[in-house]
């Protein structure tokens, strides 16, 4: 049975560590940051992924690929705070989700247009939109969500 | 799940789907959409006991607040072909 409050320890310290750094941790850091040993980190790793499904690992390994809102893995989409682009988001759709994990501060999302190339642009401050570059800038849901839509919703 | 510069480049874009013209969501709905009750405590040290399970429901009911509600967008099967 796995521990809920070792998972949720570890679940915060991915998050805080892509928030802070804007990279996740090895399973081997996050042992050593929760006093586990490698395997165990490892164990616990595939415990807050299987918890967390909207995320994932890279397949056939244990590397975190993606921790949505944000993308271990680069994507087009760049996130910037402070002036600092060091984030990804996983989609477009979590790219507005990012603002929550950086409170008080403007959060830019950068990306190009599939269409064109041209840039998009929408800056964001706890929660609320505060820049939008074009003004026309809509969500695509290509897929639709659900498994029987045959293709992953995220694309 | 993409951000274009207006539903005309979406629908330029060279894999858009038909089915999916029904994808188009406004800035602001996308913003509220991700910006449930939830998603603000994911630095919440029990976000994922406590916050995470209370994810899909939010989400099902923002949709049905926008009028989003196909099977499409809420995730359930397409009903049978007539």
């Known amino acids: 049975m796995p521990d809920l409050v070792l998972i949720d320890r570890a679940f915060q310290r991915i998050m805080r560590a892509l928030v802070d750094s804007g990279r996740a941790p090895h399973y081997a850091e996050l042992a050593r940051a929760l006093g ?3 395997e165990e980190g490892r164990g616990l790793l595939r415990d807050v992924m299987q918890a967390y499904p909207i995320g994932w690992l890279h397949p056939e390994t244990d590397y975190i690929a993606s921790f949505p809102p944000l993308n271990n893995l680069p ?19 979590e790219a507005t989700s990012a603002t929550w994990l950086f409170p008080g501060d403007t959060v830019r999302v ?3 247009c599939l269409d064109c190339g041209d840039p998009v642009t929408v800056e ?19 897929f639709g969500f659900g498994p ?8 | 799940m993409n951000l274009f510069r207006s539903e005309e480049h979406a ?3 060279k894999d858009f789907q038909p089915r999916s013209e029904e994808g188009f969501i406004t800035l602001p709905d996308l913003a509220g959409f991700f910006g449930t009750e939830s998603r603000r405590h994911m ?3 029990d976000y994922l006991s406590t916050w995470y ?4 429901a939010e989400r099902r009911a923002y949709l049905e607040q926008i009028g989003k509600t196909s099977p499409f967008w809420m995730g359930t099967p397409d009903p049978p072909a007539a």
């Open chain 1, 36 to 38: 586990l040993n490698a």
């Open chain 1, 75 to 93: 994507t087009q989409y760049r996130i910037t705070v402070r002036g600092e682009q060091r984030w990804f988001a996983q989609c477009g759709f």
């Open chain 1, 110 to 112: 950068d990306a190009p």
């Open chain 1, 124 to 142: 964001m401050r706890d929660g609320r939109i505060t820049w939008v570059d074009p003004p026309g800038v809509v969500g695509h849901l290509a």
């Open chain 1, 148 to 155: 029987s839509r045959g293709r992953p919703h995220y694309l």
């Open chain 2, 11 to 13: 629908r330029r874009w």
């Open chain 2, 43 to 45: 630095l919440d040290g």
């Open chain 2, 53 to 56: 399970p209370r994810r899909g």
